[in-house]
C-alpha cells in the first residue's frame, strides 16, 4: 500500500509569511508525528497524535507552530511569521498505535525561509 | 529525558571493509533504541531495533548492533560494506513508557563507502 506521504516536496517562503505543510499518514495508521530536521538542531520531535486524544505538543519550538489532525487522519502543521531559523525539512511519521515500535516517514518538506 | 550521542559526524571507509558506528544514550528509564538510515535523496527507514531480549539484533542487509546496558551504548557494526551503504545513519531512543512512541536522535552519522 501507500506510504506516507507529505506535500509540498519543497517551500520557500518571506520571512513573516505563513505556512500549511500536509501530511497523509498510512491508511489505518492511528498515531502520527512531525519532527524536524535542521543543520543546527538535528532530528527533533514536534508534536504527537493518538486518534481523537489531545495531542502532545511537548516538542514545539514557540506558539508560533501549531499543528491539527482531521478526523484522525491527515495532518496540517502550521507556521505562522516564519522566520528564517525555521528553515529545514519536516518530516511527518506514522506507526500503527501508541505502543508500536516502528514508525514510517514520508519525504519531507523543505521549507526554506527567505 | 533522554539523549543520544553519535561522535562521528562522517565515516569513510574503503568498499568490503569492517565498519562500526557508535551510538551512546542516556536515560533514567528504560528504552528502546534504534537505528534508522536515510539514503540518498529518500525518507528515514528503521534498519534495526532493540525492545527487549537478546543484546545482538540484526537487519536483513547484514548489519548488527549490540545493545549494552552497561555502558549505554547501541553501536552499528557491518563486517564488510558495500557501496550502496552509503547513507547517513541515526541512532535514536524512545521511553517505553505509554504515551506514544517519541524519538529522540542523534545527531546523524554520514557513512561514506568508496571504492
Known amino acids: 500500500g501507500a506510504g506516507v506521504s507529505q506535500s509540498p516536496s519543497n517551500k520557500v517562503t518571506e520571512k513573516g509569511k505563513d505556512v500549511e505543510l500536509r501530511c497523509d499518514p498510512i491508511s489505518g495508521h492511528t498515531a502520527l508525528y512531525w519532527y524536524r530536521q535542521s543543520l543546527g538542531q538535528g532530528l527533533e520531535f514536534l508534536i504527537y497524535f493518538q486518534g481523537n486524544s489531545a495531542p502532545d505538543k511537548s516538542g514545539l519550538p514557540s506558539d508560533r507552530f501549531s499543528a491539527e489532525r482531521t478526523g484522525g487522519s491527515v495532518s496540517t502543521l502550521t507556521i505562522q511569521r516564519t522566520q528564517q531559523e525555521d528553515s529545514a525539512v519536516y518530516l511527518c511519521?506514522?506507526?500503527?498505535?501508541?505502543?508500536?515500535?516502528?514508525?514510517?516517514f514520508g519525504p519531507g518538506t523543505r521549507l526554506t525561509v527567505t | 529525558a533522554q539523549s543520544v550521542t553519535q561522535l562521528d559526524s562522517q565515516v569513510p571507509v574503503f568498499e568490503e571493509a569492517p565498519v562500526e558506528l557508535r551510538c551512546n544514550y542516556s536515560?533514567?528509564?528504560?528504552?528502546?533504541l534504534f537505528w534508522y538510515v536515510q539514503y540518498p535523496n529518500q525518507g528515514l527507514q528503521l534498519l534495526l531495533k532493540?525492545?527487549?531480549?537478546?543484546?545482538l539484533v540484526e537487519s536483513i542487509n547484514g548489519f548488527e548492533a549490540e545493545f549494552n546496558k552497561s555502558q549505554t551504548s547501541f553501536h552499528l557494526r557491518k563486517p564488510s560494506v558495500h557501496i550502496s551503504d552509503t547513507a547517513e545513519y541515526f541512532c535514536a531512543v524512545s521511553k517505553i513508557t505509554g504515551g506514544g512512541n517519541k524519538l529522540t536522535f542523534g545527531t546523524g552519522t554520514q557513512l561514506k563507502v568508496e571504492l
Open positions: 536515560s533514567s528509564v528504560s528504552v528502546y
Open positions: 532493540h525492545l527487549s531480549g537478546s543484546t
Open positions: 511519521a506514522s506507526s500503527l498505535g501508541p505502543y508500536s515500535d516502528e514508525q514510517y
